[in-house]
């Protein structure tokens, strides 16, 4: 775990705990679904592996996992482990087992029905966030298709989406699709629009200047107060090969902040946090993203958070490399 006196991290070696109440629904003769409570573990669970048997079959993100592909009446067994960012595996979770169906189901050519009670809240000049109520079907619904005007613009699978990189002061319209397993697409759900906000003023970089303290140095030159120091051609850099590494910055008073600017070099954070912290001691999450693509990440938070302390907290390395990053601002709410 990361130290927060910027000291040598400790290796995560604390396995997640073990996932249980796995259960199997048997859906057709080639499929059966998986569904089971999720593990915990001192940093954070990153996925599961399934096993059909000895052979593992997945490796979901979540909590549920389809099996298809499988032969009618026949019996299969299942296990599930829990995985962490740093490989640590949990032990098996509890056995279940299912007898898929001895005839072939027919093709399911029923849609789900329309998403209803579409709203769309505007969070800043280029950002609308959007919410509906969930469709139901008579298999089970998947995801959601995503439109702005005509334009398909996300393929979320709950029911929320945050619709980025729009123009300030420019009114948006939407709509969302349900797609179930099949590929049976509902009716629109209804039209819903927004104005983005205008452009909102620079502001202060609160950073600029001030104290940063990182987990490690890759070496003299890339030393934490590079990323704060405004100059974008130095650099803090982490040790290579290590996922969990962190860079701070004491803002010297406690600051209501809303926005948080990440200029990285080339050995980026595929996922990382934003954590704002009073002492130093106790963190809490404003960002958290397990997609990153490097370059720069601009985040503007729904909600403001207070701390002195603005962290960036590396959980999964983008390269071989470690965390490195050019500018690291942070802007106060107006």
């Known amino acids: 775990?990361?130290?927060?006196?910027?000291?040598?991290?400790?290796?995560?070696?604390?396995?997640?705990?073990?996932?249980?109440?796995?259960t199997t629904?048997?859906?057709?003769?080639?499929?059966?679904?998986?569904?089971?409570?999720?593990?915990?573990?001192?940093?954070?669970v990153v996925g599961y592996q399934v096993f059909r048997g000895s052979t593992q079959v997945g490796t979901p993100t979540g909590t549920t996992f389809n099996d298809t592909g499988l032969t009618a009446s026949t019996a299969y067994s299942y296990k599930v482990k829990a995985v962490d960012a740093a490989g640590n595996l949990?032990?098996?979770?509890?056995?279940?087992?299912?007898?898929?169906t001895a005839?072939?189901?027919?093709?399911?050519?029923?849609?789900?029905?329309?998403?209803?009670?579409?709203?769309?809240?505007?969070?800043?000049?280029?950002?609308?966030?959007?919410?509906?109520?969930?469709?139901?079907d008579n298999v089970g619904v998947v995801g959601y298709q995503v439109f702005r005007g005509s334009t398909q613009v996300g393929t979320p699978t709950g029911t929320t989406f945050n619709d980025t990189g729009l123009t300030p002061s420019t009114a948006y319209s939407y709509k969302v699709k349900a797609i179930d397993a099949a590929g049976n697409l509902s009716a629109?759900?209804?039209?819903?629009?927004?104005?983005?906000?205008?452009?909102?003023?620079?502001?202060?970089n609160l950073a600029l200047g001030k104290t940063a303290?990182?987990?490690?140095v890759e070496g003299s030159g890339f030393e934490a107060s590079k990323a704060t120091d405004g100059n974008s051609t130095t650099r803090w850099a982490s040790v290579e090969g290590n996922n969990n590494e962190w860079i701070y910055v004491d803002l010297s008073v406690t600051q209501s902040v809303y926005r948080v600017k990440l200029n990285w070099e080339d050995a980026y954070a595929k996922g990382y946090k934003i954590q704002v912290s009073d002492d130093k001691s106790t963190w809490t999450d404003a960002y958290s993203t397990t997609t990153g693509d490097g370059a720069i990440d601009d985040i503007t938070f729904t909600i403001p958070r207070s701390?002195?302390?603005?962290?960036?907290?590396?959980v999964t390395r983008g390269t071989a490399y470690g965390y490195s990053l050019f500018d690291f601002e942070v802007y106060g709410a107006s």
């Open 307 to 314: 701390g002195r302390y603005v962290r960036v907290l590396g």
């Open 103 to 136: 005839t072939t189901p027919t093709p399911d050519t029923q849609a789900p029905t329309a998403p209803s009670n579409l709203t769309t809240t505007v969070i800043s000049s280029n950002q609308i966030n959007l919410n509906w109520t969930a469709s139901t």
């Open 90 to 100: 949990s032990a098996n979770s509890n056995t279940a087992t299912a007898t898929t």
């Open 1 to 22: 775990m990361p130290t927060a006196d910027g000291g040598t991290p400790t290796p995560d070696t604390q396995a997640p705990t073990t996932p249980t109440n796995l």
């Open 25 to 44: 629904t048997v859906v057709s003769s080639n499929q059966i679904n998986l569904n089971w409570t999720a593990s915990t573990d001192n940093v954070g």
């Open 188 to 204: 629109n759900s209804n039209t819903a629009t927004a104005t983005t906000s205008s452009t909102p003023t620079t502001g202060t």
């Open 213 to 216: 303290v990182a987990s490690s």
